[in-house]
């Protein structure tokens, strides 16, 4: 069986709730009627055993029911136009009287219902409403009267009305199914724009967006939350790709520079200095090479951020130390002035080799781009239960407009000014992604000229040794 399309399902799913009540309508409205038109027979029926009660009388000891002339002047010698129907018995159920209008008819006593209660019946195959009393007179009973009304124009009414009421429901809900498709069709009209939309939407086409609905529903809040989603795939897929370009010229660079040297150096012969020199020249670019290779690996490696971090305790101290061991000969070959400054032992709870590796970057560079004779400074200390460390230098210093950009994979700062400086350009984009990743805020300020400090405050679960040994 075909499935139904969403438009119809709506439609068949309010026509199925506005069926079942049109129908508790429709049932209530015949119903009403039905029971309008029995009590206005009823009140009649009841209206005439009051009168004919009220005539009967007694003449020289016989009972008299009704004269002659009276049956002919009154209505029950018709059976025309609502008909009334009486007929007297005797005590023992024979009768003794009846209106012309039932000719050689009679009317049925029914001894299994009781008396005075009102019922439907059989006259000549058509419905008569009846009611069967006792007659007394001065507390004798003398017999029983039978008073019917014929119900042929009631049923007929109400034969009609249900033939009507029977016809109209179908129709009634046809109409409502196609008004109600027409309504839904236009209400999961952005739906249909989404699925077009996501139809002509590819890897190479992400500029296409869906228009919002001028109603702010449910389907607007749908409708932006995924241009909202093909915007961050989009930035994403173009990160992406700006990525791979910067990654393929980075590593294209020193491998051409290689090829060159190399090239030019088995031309002719050459002596041993010479060759020193250019192998020399190789094996820095070699390791320079093997610098971007170990930080692109780092970068592919917390790219979704959704790594398991071994988090532990870390002594920020001795991670601190053991970076400014890494770069112990850097700072002596341009004899720097480093200063550490931590009254107390700090502790972290963290991935340890996160936060050396954030260490390393940022001290690294420090270094890198202080001149000769420089200063760095790197302080720990704890305000309000952070721990804030500062790393500042009196180096170069970054541009103001491109502070954020120094972010990005591949991007240095001025890097044509100073080209005796070597770098990828991917250490504080890698600081970033960790920090992020580890909850550490993070910033960075600069000037030309005066140098750069960063900040670094670890505000999840760090504490002091002390605290931890506490828990």
Request: hydrophobic fraction near 40%; aromatic fraction near 8%; charged fraction near 25%.
């Amino acid at each position: 069986m075909a499935q139904l399309s969403f438009k119809n399902r709506i439609a068949l799913n309010y026509i199925i709730t506005t069926g079942l009540l049109i129908l508790v309508v429709f049932s209530a409205i015949y119903f009403t009627v039905k029971f309008t038109v029995y009590k206005h027979i009823d009140e009649n029926l009841m209206i005439e055993i009051n009168d004919h009660l009220k005539e009967i009388r007694v003449e020289n000891k016989k009972v008299i029911f009704m004269d002659a002339e009276e049956w002919e002047e009154r209505e029950h010698n018709s059976v025309d136009v609502n008909p009334v129907f009486v007929q007297f018995f005797d005590l023992n159920k024979k009768t003794i009287e009846k209106s012309p209008n039932l000719k050689n008819e009679t009317l049925v006593f029914h001894d299994s219902v009781e008396h005075y209660q009102l019922f439907d019946t059989k006259l000549l195959n058509n419905t008569i409403r009846q009611i069967q009393i006792p007659l007394h007179i001065k507390s004798k009973k003398v017999g029983y009267l039978i008073i019917a009304m014929s119900l042929s124009d009631s049923s007929k009414v109400l034969k009609n009305l249900f033939d009507t009421l029977l016809i109209a429901f179908p129709f009634i809900l046809v109409l409502l199914f196609m008004i109600a498709r027409f309504f839904a069709g236009r209400s999961i009209k952005p739906i249909n724009e989404i699925i077009n939309t996501s139809k002509i939407i590819t890897k190479d086409n992400l500029k296409a967006r869906i228009a919002l609905p001028k109603t702010r529903d449910e389907l607007f809040t749908l409708s932006k939350t995924i241009n909202n989603l093909l915007n961050r795939i989009e930035d994403a897929i173009e990160r992406e790709k700006q990525f791979t370009s910067d990654a393929s010229h980075e590593l294209r660079t020193p491998l051409t520079v290689i090829k060159g040297t190399l090239e030019v150096l088995i031309r002719k012969p050459r002596d041993n200095k010479e060759y020193e020199e250019k192998i020399n020249y190789c094996i820095n670019e070699v390791d320079h090479l093997n610098s971007l290779v170990d930080q692109l690996l780092l970068m592919a490696r917390f790219e979704n951020q959704k790594q398991n971090i071994n988090t532990e305790s870390v002594y920020l101290n001795a991670v601190v130390l053991d970076v400014l061991t890494l770069n112990s000969e850097k700072i002596n070959t341009k004899k720097m002035d480093v200063i550490f400054e931590a009254k107390e032992d700090f502790y972290i709870y963290s991935d340890n080799y996160l936060v050396v590796t954030i260490l390393r970057n940022i001290i690294s560079n420090a270094v890198k781009y202080s001149n000769d004779n420089g200063k760095i400074t790197i302080a720990l200390a704890k305000e309000n239960n952070r721990i804030n460390c500062t790393i500042s230098d009196n180096g170069i210093g970054i541009e103001k407009e491109d502070l954020e950009s120094i972010m990005n994979p591949f991007f240095r700062s001025n890097s044509t000014l100073h080209s005796e400086i070597k770098g990828t350009g991917l250490g504080l984009s890698i600081v970033k992604r960790m920090t992020e990743l580890l909850h550490i805020k993070f910033q960075i300020e600069s000037k030309i000229g005066i140098g750069t400090t960063v900040v670094l405050v670890f505000n999840e679960k760090s504490t002091t040794f002390e605290s931890i040994e506490e828990n």
